[in-house]
């Protein structure tokens, strides 16, 4: 049914200038980079969009300016945390400006219990007006949304997929199998969505997209096309500089290969640092073999 999403979502950074306030100029330069070279959506505010420490202000502007750039791909809007009423009333306020979807991340530090998220993520998506993708990451969340949960969430007519970042196949596995028919299963982490798409994923929410773009559309357009074997070929040729994106956090590893590229600077905000001069020079060195 939400085929719009199938294929490859590009989880955008949010360039800085060197003063920390927001690089619009650069923010076009990515936005028009994926776009040229094929993703299917682009994902805005995000955890790899920095969106704990970006202003409401300025996520109302970051997502006019992608919207108006967006040259009619669908956009999901990240607005998640750990207060329901807070993240209600954040909805209800950027629903003004076009998105297509909300991408909700799992409440963080409280820890609540499984009823506690399906109660959260049900109230979110009856109130939204907007379609609602829930995304779990317990490494950073540290609280895991069960295969169960997410099945029973999946019978809500507004969630319409999960963006699962757990790293357990199984889980996966468990989802796909037990939730509703056209329910949306979407990696979350790039280097996983080789076999999470032989078992029944739709596709990926990908990092590394803002840079290597082709090759992240080529995977998953090859995978999505039962062509698993030149999936396989792309994805060793990049395999070295993925663990690289996450050596120092996310996304100070992927700004400092769009550093490289000149498509922005590394700038990230406190309390993340920008790459270290010997990470930066480790994914020079890739970047170079990989070209």
Known sequence: MYTKFKGIGVALVTPFDIQLNVDYLALERVVNHTIELGVDYLVVQGTTGESVTVKEEEKLDILKAVTNISQGKPIVFGIGGNNTE??????????????????????????PTQSGLINHFVKIANDSPKPVILYNVPGRTSVNLSAESV???????????????????????????NS????????????????????????????????????????????LNNEFKKAQEILYTIS?????????????????????????????????EKASKSLFEEVKRIYNEIK
């Open 86 to 111: 807070k993240v209600l009333a954040e909805i209800d306020v950027m629903s003004k400006v076009h998105f297509d979807a909300v991408l909700s991340v799992c409440p963080y530090y409280n820890k």
């Open 240 to 272: 070295g500089i993925n663990n690289l994106m996450y050596k120092e956090g996310n996304p100070t590893g992927v700004k400092c290969l769009l550093e490289i590229m000149g498509m922005c600077n590394g700038d990230v905000r406190p309390p993340l």
């Open 151 to 177: 099945a029973t969430l999946s019978e809500h007519p507004n969630i319409i997929g999960v963006k699962e970042a757990s790293g357990d196949f199984n889980q996966a596995v468990d989802i796909i199998k």
């Open 180 to 223: 509703s028919k056209d329910f949306l299963l979407i990696s979350g982490d790039d280097f996983l969505t080789l076999p999470l798409i032989s078992i029944g994923a739709s596709g990926v929410i990908s990092v590394l997209a803002n840079a290597l773009t082709k090759q992240m559309c080529d995977i998953v357009n090859h995978c």
